[in-house]
C-alpha cells in the first residue's frame, strides 16, 4: 500500500529547540503579495495574522527542507539548521 505524504511526515519525530531557527523580515514580508511561503511549506508553518498583518512561522514543526527559503524570492526568510540535537528526525514508512 502506498502512504501519502502527509501519513509519512506523521511518522516524523521533532525534538523543538527553544527558539527559532527560521527569522523573517516583516518588512519585506509587508510588501510581498505572493506569499510564497505559505504556500510551498509542507509542513503549513506559514501563516498572515490578520490582526497586526505580519507573517508568523511556527518553527516547531519544520521539516528543515529549505524551501521557504528558496521559494521567498524577495529574500525575507532567514533560515539555518536548529541548534544540536534539535530538528526533525525522518522515519520511513
Keep these: 500500500m502506498t502512504k501519502k505524504v502527509e501519513e509519512k511526515i506523521a511518522l516524523n519525530a ?3 529547540d527553544t527558539k527559532s531557527h ?3 523580515n516583516q518588512s519585506i514580508c ?3 503579495k505572493e506569499r510564497m511561503c505559505v504556500i510551498v511549506c509542507p509542513g503549513h508553518l506559514y501563516s498572515l495574522n490578520e490582526e497586526t498583518g ?3 512561522v511556527e518553527y516547531a514543526g519544520c521539516l528543515e ?3 521557504c527559503l528558496i521559494a521567498c524570492t524577495h529574500g525575507s526568510v532567514t533560515w539555518d539548521y536548529p541548534s544540536g540535537e534539535c530538528g526533525v528526525q525522518y ?3
Design 65 to 67: 527542507c529549505g524551501t
Design 30 to 32: 509587508a510588501g510581498c
Design 54 to 56: 505580519e507573517m508568523v
Design 91 to 93: 522515519r520511513f514508512g
Design 22 to 24: 527560521i527569522t523573517l
Design 14 to 16: 521533532i525534538k523543538n
